[in-house]
C-alpha cells in the first residue's frame, strides 16, 4: 500500500465519520458523537499529510483531535494504571519553558536591546492595559463575581503559546 492510497482512504474514513457524527449528533445530541467525531478529526490529520496545501496543517488537527479525546473521556487521561497524571503539570510546564527557552538565541537578545521601547510599552500594556480591559468587560457583562475574577485573572496572565496552559 502506498502512502498516496493510505492518506485518501483516511480522508474517505475522515469524511465518512465526520458524517456519522453530524447525524449522530442530530439523532442523539454530541455528546454520544464523541468517539467518531475524536477518530473523524485524527484521520482527517493523517489525510492532510497527503494534500499539500494542508500539510502545515497536520500536526494541528492531530492537537485537535487528542484535546477533543481529552473533552469527551477526561477519564483516560487522570489516571495511568493507578498513577495520577497530575503531578506531570509542573515538570512539563518546566520543560516548555526550558524549551521555548532554548529556541532563543544572542540575535534575539541583541535586537531586544535595540528596541527597549517595544519592550517596555509590552510590559507596560501586559500589566495595566490588559487588566483593565478585563475589568471593564467584566463590569459592562455583569458577570458574576466568581467569573469576573476568572476574566480579570486571564487579563493579567502574560500572553504567549503557552498562556491557554497557565489559564
Known sequence: MTLYRLYRL???????????????????????????????I??????????????????????LSITLSALYYPGLYLKWGGWETGILI????QLIMFGTGCSMGFKDFVELSRAPKSVIIGVAAQYTIMPLLALLLARIFAFEDEIAAGVILLGCAPT????????
Not at 13 to 37: C, H, N, P
Request: charged fraction near 10%; aromatic fraction near 16%; proline fraction near 2%.
Open 10 to 40: 483516511s480522508l474517505y474514513a475522515a469524511i465518512f465519520l465526520l458524517l456519522f457524527t453530524a447525524f449522530t449528533a442530530v439523532r442523539e445530541g454530541m455528546a454520544e458523537a464523541g468517539w467518531s467525531f475524536v477518530a473523524g
Open 42 to 63: 485524527l484521520f482527517l490529520s493523517i489525510a492532510f499529510r497527503g494534500i499539500t496545501a494542508l500539510k502545515g496543517l497536520t500536526f494541528t488537527v492531530f492537537i
Open 90 to 93: 509542573t515538570p512539563l510546564i
Open 160 to 167: 504567549s503559546v503557552t498562556a491557554s496552559l497557565f489559564s
